[in-house]
């Protein structure tokens, strides 16, 4: 199915790409998943309802980054915690990512709402692209300049 986990925690490939990728390089500040759709920014994390530690600061650049991205061509995003925006959802990239000490974790769910759900109009692609530029600019921003 679309769905299936697989008979471990990283048995499938695709997984086992991100993980080994993530634990090669140490010193990643920022991970960004992007997904379709729903126009949603979504932060650690969706197999709990305990926040995030740093709730706070993930909500506030996710706040910056949807007024960016609202800037271009006024699309309405929103964004919050995967388990309280959207629902419960176990073993997600990001949950992972923050878990293995990336603060900056996201996962962007691009346009639409659902009129055309996963077959965005081709006349959209370059629009969304532009205004998830500017959000991505914007976390990207917030992680240079708060270290950690």
């Known amino acids: 199915t679309e769905t299936y986990r697989g008979p471990s925690a990283h048995s499938e490939p695709e997984v086992k790409a991100i993980v080994d990728f993530v634990k090669s390089h140490g010193k990643i500040k920022a991970f960004v998943s992007i997904h379709s759709y729903s ?13 995030a530690k740093d709730k706070a600061e993930l909500h506030e650049v996710a706040r910056k980054a949807i007024t960016s991205l609202q800037s271009l061509y006024n699309t309405r995003y929103t964004y ?6 959207i629902y419960q959802a176990s073993g997600g990239t990001i949950d992972w990512t923050y878990n293995q000490g990336i603060k900056y974790s996201y996962t962007f769910e691009l346009r639409d709402t659902g009129r055309y759900g996963f077959i965005l109009p081709a006349n959209q692609i370059v629009p969304t692209a532009e205004e998830t530029w500017l959000a991505l600019m914007a976390i990207m921003e917030h992680t240079k300049n708060n270290p950690y």
């Open 80 to 85: 919050g915690s995967i388990i309280t925006t």
């Open 39 to 51: 126009q949603m920014l979504l932060y650690p994390y969706g197999y709990t309802y305990t926040a």
